[in-house]
T-cell receptor, first 116, second 111 residues
Framework: DAGVIQSPRHEVTEMGQEVTLRCKPISGHNSLFWYRQTMMRGLELLIYFNNNVPIDDSGMPEDRFSAKMPNASFSTLKIQPSEPRDSAVYFC??????????????FGSGTRLTVV | GESVGLHLPTLSVQEGDNSIINCAYSNSASDYFIWYKQESGKGPQFIIDIRSNMDKRQGQRVTVLLNKTVKHLSLQIAATQPGDSAVYFCAGRDAGNMLTFGGGTRLMVKP
């Protein structure tokens, strides 16, 4: 398996532009997570999907952020309009299980976003 | 508990020595714990896990110890190598499949 695949690896955009980050989870995994990592705040959970349905989006910082999971093999995180403070590394992770199953998350390599 | 701050705690060890990285958690209901390793420019990678009904689990060169009484988790790395240099995160599972991550500890291995 190729693991969790994120694209692009790096994104540089101007303030005010729309940014779309993409994620392909591991086939068969039923949970998908979007995280943001910064030096100031560490790893922050933005949103969590289970079976393609958003379960918890309380970590989404504001209405400029939105996430979708149209099918089990694809998710997007969109920022519109982007601001310099959105600069961070965004990770997607997927997982199989929950309940009695003990499976950790498998993380992608991340997208480093720079908003200038 | 978790720490999210500007400065990561740093552990500096000599190559070949053993390393011990510590983590405190706050939720006594956490039933499953994981240690992740994050190298520069990469996503966190699973190292080892432990269920709350265990107090020790060993892997290859790594051991995780769990003390539920004081809500403390540790990762021991035997014969630390330069390739072990990374940031290490502990994570605890709370309700359902949700993991809560600690702030991380940076391990630096001196040759």
């Amino acid at each position: 398996d190729a693991g969790v695949i994120q694209s692009p690896r790096h994104e540089v955009t101007e303030m005010g532009q729309e940014v779309t980050l993409r994620c392909k989870p591991i086939s068969g995994h039923n949970s998908l997570f979007w995280y943001r990592q910064t030096m100031m705040r560490g790893l922050e959970l933005l949103i969590y999907f289970n079976n393609n349905v958003p379960i918890d989006d309380s970590g989404m910082p504001e209405d400029r952020f939105s996430a979708k999971m149209p099918n089990a093999s694809f998710s997007t995180l969109k920022i519109q309009p982007s601001e310099p403070r959105d600069s961070a590394v965004y990770f997607c992770a997927s997982s199989l299980g929950g309940g009695l199953r003990n499976y950790g998350y498998t993380f992608g390599s991340g997208t480093r976003l720079t908003v200038v | 508990g978790e720490s999210v701050g500007l400065h990561l705690p740093t552990l500096s060890v000599q190559e070949g020595d053993n390393s011990i990285i510590n983590c405190a958690y706050s939720n006594s209901a956490s039933d499953y714990f994981i240690w992740y390793k994050q190298e520069s420019g990469k996503g966190p990678q699973f190292i080892i896990d432990i269920r709350s009904n265990m107090d020790k689990r060993q892997g290859q060169r790594v051991t995780v110890l769990l003390n539920k009484t004081v809500k403390h988790l540790s990762l021991q790395i035997a014969a630390t190598q330069p390739g072990d240099s990374a940031v290490y995160f502990c994570a605890g599972r709370d309700a359902g499949n949700m993991l809560t991550f600690g702030g991380g500890t940076r391990l630096m291995v001196k040759p």
